[in-house]
């Protein structure tokens, strides 16, 4: 009998132990146990059809871009939105009499329960039109500069460890606290122009925040409703919105419209090339660290997973894709076709190497496998498909690094894209 209870004891246990082994995620961060995985192609149309052409690519291009629409961000709602752009403030010497500095509101005319989306711009003076680096930011306008005449944005933030804010509110002590993730004296004396705004100013970035944001008004029949499969998620609207910074950028005669680079770091990073997929206006896509489901390939088991995204951001994506969540090799796509999208535009993909849970290989791997898309156009793209030592930027139309230190933007970064911006964009 004592035997008998024994034994059951230690099956019982045991079933415990291997439920708890069959749910626990495990996260891979070895090379050897990534395994073999078969990328779609993206030269390969719906009907099995090789693309060989432009014109072939154009329409493919059309079906990649309905792929991630339905499958991964969700779509993006077609319909026009009246704006209007309100400049509140303008400084003509900012930085030290470098720059001019200014604050324009874009106000959603047809919904004035909105907050507007509020866009800050240094100008480099004396210049006649600039290109510019347009990137939202994730603290409010006050957070990238220490220049005291920015308003402390009122909008929903989130709470941190520290008192930067508290009770979702930014307090002063935020004032400037990403400065050096933007180094705007070096992008204006190198005769660039900046444009920012907060990015919950769209949409506040937790799971409800929708409520509060531009897709409590726009989509489908439900704004908002995240079960509709393809209904677009946070990213969507984010990427939605830095299109209509653009709409106002074209407006303005101090910038060169035809030249506005999308540039993100991280989220913000996934929703900048979705924005540059999605608006060819973009003339250039900065990706900086944009990880999983955005430059790295979702195929290649290393780092964050489609199932661990999906399941810390239900918010981000559309529904469906949670449905990959286990079976990610039926995902009709993976990110080196929206990457592909970019094509023929420049694209600067970069990693950094205390970031494995962004899968710098993988980023890599998405930015090499976009080469034939580019040879379509007669353009290298990267030119290599051997993952480079840390800070050894490579590539031509297509860039990439990896450098060494945490997941953020450094200057080593800014070196790179203005260097990128300089030889591609201008
Ligand atoms: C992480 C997330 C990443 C990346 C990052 C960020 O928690 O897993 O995909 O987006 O946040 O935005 O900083």
């Given at each position: 009998?004592?035997?008998?209870?024994?034994?059951?004891?230690?099956?019982?246990?045991?079933?415990?132990?291997?439920?708890?082994?069959?749910?626990?995620?495990?996260?891979?961060?070895?090379?050897?146990?990534?395994?073999?995985?078969?990328?779609?192609?993206?030269?390969?149309?719906?009907?099995?059809?090789?693309?060989?052409?432009?014109?072939?690519?154009?329409?493919?291009?059309?079906?990649?871009?309905?792929?991630?629409?339905?499958?991964?961000?969700?779509?993006?709602?077609?319909?026009?939105?009246?704006?209007?752009?309100?400049?509140?403030?303008?400084?003509?010497?900012?930085l030290?009499?470098l720059?001019?500095?200014?604050?324009?509101?874009?106000?959603?005319?047809?919904?004035?329960?909105?907050?507007?989306?509020?866009?800050?711009?240094?100008?480099?003076?004396?210049?006649?039109?600039?290109?510019?680096?347009?990137?939202?930011?994730?603290?409010?306008?006050?957070?990238?500069?220490?220049?005291?005449?920015?308003?402390?944005?009122?909008?929903?933030?989130?709470?941190?460890?520290?008192?930067?804010?508290?009770?979702?509110?930014?307090?002063?002590?935020?004032?400037?606290?990403?400065?050096?993730?933007?180094p705007i004296t070096t992008i204006i004396k190198?005769?660039?122009?900046?444009?920012?705004?907060?990015?919950?100013?769209?949409?506040?970035?937790?799971?409800?925040?929708?409520?509060?944001?531009?897709?409590?008004?726009?989509?489908?029949?439900?704004?908002?409703?995240?079960?509709?499969?393809?209904?677009?998620?946070?990213?969507?609207?984010?990427?939605?919105?830095?299109?209509?910074?653009?709409?106002?950028?074209?407006?303005?005669?101090?910038?060169?419209?035809?030249?506005?680079?999308?540039?993100?770091?991280?989220?913000?990073?996934?929703?900048?090339?979705?924005?540059?997929?999605?608006?060819?206006?973009?003339?250039?896509?900065?990706?900086?660290?944009?990880?999983?489901?955005?430059?790295?390939?979702?195929?290649?088991?290393?780092?964050?997973?489609?199932?661990?995204?999906?399941?810390?951001?239900?918010?981000?994506?559309?529904?469906?894709?949670?449905?990959?969540?286990?079976?990610?090799?039926?995902?009709?796509?993976?990110?080196?076709?929206?990457?592909?999208?970019?094509?023929?535009?420049?694209?600067?993909?970069?990693?950094?190497?205390?970031?494995?849970?962004?899968?710098?290989?993988?980023?890599?791997?998405?930015?090499?496998?976009?080469?034939?898309?580019?040879?379509?156009?007669?353009?290298?793209?990267?030119?290599?498909?051997?993952?480079?030592?840390?800070?050894?930027?490579?590539?031509?139309?297509?860039?990439?690094?990896?450098?060494?230190?945490?997941?953020?933007?450094?200057?080593?970064?800014?070196?790179?894209?203005?260097?990128?911006?300089?030889?591609?964009?201008?």
């Amino acid at each position: 009998m004592a035997r008998f209870l024994f034994c059951l004891a230690v099956a019982l246990l045991t079933v415990q132990f291997t439920n708890g082994q069959a749910t626990e995620p495990v996260y891979n961060y070895d090379e050897t146990k990534v395994g073999t995985y078969i990328l779609p192609n993206a030269l390969i149309n719906s009907k099995g059809k090789a693309v060989k052409t432009r014109a072939e690519w154009a329409s493919r291009r059309t079906e990649l871009r309905q792929l991630f629409a339905e499958n991964v961000y969700g779509k993006t709602p077609k319909q026009a939105v009246r704006l209007r752009f309100q400049t509140t403030s303008v400084d003509s010497s900012a930085l030290n009499g470098l720059a001019i500095r200014k604050l324009i509101s874009i106000i959603f005319v047809d919904y004035p329960q909105l907050p507007p989306l509020d866009v800050l711009l240094y100008l480099p003076k004396g210049q006649r039109t600039v290109p510019v680096f347009l990137g939202l930011n994730f603290c409010g306008n006050h957070c990238v500069t220490t220049e005291a005449a920015i308003p402390l944005s009122t909008r929903w933030m989130v709470n941190g460890n520290d008192d930067t804010s508290l009770n979702n509110k930014a307090t002063e002590k935020a004032r400037g606290m990403q400065a050096r993730r933007w180094p705007i004296t070096t992008i204006i004396k190198r005769g660039y122009a900046l444009a920012t705004a907060y990015y919950g100013d769209l949409e506040p970035d937790h799971p409800t925040g929708w409520r509060m944001g531009i897709r409590s008004v726009l989509g489908a029949s439900t704004p908002g409703d995240s079960t509709k499969a393809d209904n677009w998620g946070a990213i969507g609207a984010w990427a939605w919105g830095m299109s209509r910074i653009l709409d106002y950028l074209q407006t303005d005669p101090a910038i060169d419209a035809k030249r506005v680079i999308s540039f993100g770091h991280s989220r913000i990073g996934k929703a900048a090339i979705w924005a540059g997929v999605q608006d060819d206006r973009f003339a250039a896509v900065i990706a900086n660290e944009s990880g999983e489901s955005g430059a790295a390939l979702s195929r290649r088991w290393y780092g964050e997973t489609v199932e661990r995204i999906n399941t810390s951001f239900p918010h981000w994506f559309c529904a469906r894709y949670k449905t990959y969540n286990k079976r990610v090799a039926d995902l009709p796509v993976d990110q080196h076709e929206l990457l592909a999208l970019i094509a023929p535009r420049p694209l600067y993909v970069a990693s950094a190497d205390g970031d494995q849970w962004s899968d710098p290989k993988g980023e890599f791997l998405g930015a090499a496998y976009t080469e034939p898309v580019y040879a379509l156009y007669g353009k290298v793209g990267l030119g290599t498909m051997t993952f480079p030592a840390v800070n050894q930027p490579i590539g031509q139309t297509v860039r990439y690094h990896d450098r060494t230190g945490k997941h953020d933007v450094m200057d080593y970064d800014w070196e790179q894209y203005l260097r990128f911006a300089d030889e591609l964009v201008r």
